[in-house]
């Protein structure tokens, strides 16, 4: 099983759209990030997330750490065709939190 | 500013042959690296991390090594390439004080 848990894992829509994917585990964890890829290119940084609850926003992007910190979300709002991409959620695990490990992602594709 | 540095951007090669990929970082010293593979359209798989010269921990035990004879230094090795090693693999660095990785672009591999 993996340790991070993303859903759904395709995600079709038009422009315009709303939409919210999903991070989620049964561990806890002090901290948990967001990255988006592009085809062809590695995974860029969105936000990071630390507290219990925590809400944080980027433009039309808003990211939440569930209260346990087992749980995440990513809600995007009027969503454009310059948001496709493969948007992943990451986790610094065991090893002396040295261990970075990924979710298996959220594909998303937006249709103008 | 700290850069990544991956290559070569595709490869072909075949059945049984060797492999090496080479990763440098720049403009930081001491830091996390990482190797991961990527299957078309997944998230992605830890393969081998490492937090100091010598020092490396393995993920996923098969045909690949990964060897960090310098600091800002990090190479994946294979003796004997089988199809299933196809894939995207990624290099990535963090400083061990933050939790944000920087990637490469990443090495194409079709092994035929």
């Known amino acids: 099983t993996q340790l991070l848990e993303q859903s759904p894992q395709f995600l079709s829509i038009q422009e315009g759209e709303n939409l919210t994917v999903y991070c989620n585990s049964s561990?806890?964890?002090?901290?948990l990030q967001w990255y988006r890829q592009e085809p062809g290119e590695g995974p860029v940084l969105l936000v990071t997330?630390?507290?219990?609850?925590e809400v944080k926003k980027l433009k039309r992007l808003t990211f939440q750490f569930g209260d346990a910190r087992k749980d995440s979300s990513l809600h995007i709002t009027a969503a454009q065709p310059g948001d496709t991409g493969l948007y992943l959620c990451?986790?610094?695990?065991?090893?002396?939190?040295?261990?970075?490990?990924f979710g298996a992602g959220t594909r998303l594709a937006v249709h103008p | 500013s700290q850069t990544i540095h991956q290559w070569p951007a595709t490869l072909v090669q075949p059945v049984g042959s060797p492999l090496s990929l080479e990763c440098t970082v720049e403009?930081?010293?001491?830091?996390?690296l990482y190797w991961y593979r990527q299957a078309a359209g997944r998230g992605l798989q830890l393969l081998f991390y490492?937090?100091?010269?010598?020092?490396i921990s393995s993920e996923v035990p098969q045909n690949l090594s990964a060897s960090r004879p310098q600091d800002r230094q990090f190479i994946l090795s294979s003796k004997k390439l089988l199809l299933s090693d196809s894939g995207f693999y990624l290099c990535a660095w963090r400083d061990g004080l933050n939790t944000e990785a920087f990637f490469g672009q990443g090495t194409r591999l079709t092994v035929v």
């Open positions: 561990s806890v964890f002090s901290s």
């Open positions: 990451a986790v610094l695990y065991s090893g002396g939190y040295n261990k970075l490990i």
């Open positions: 997330v630390v507290t219990g609850g």
């Open positions: 490492s937090v100091g010269i010598g020092q």
């Open positions: 403009g930081t010293s001491n830091p996390n």
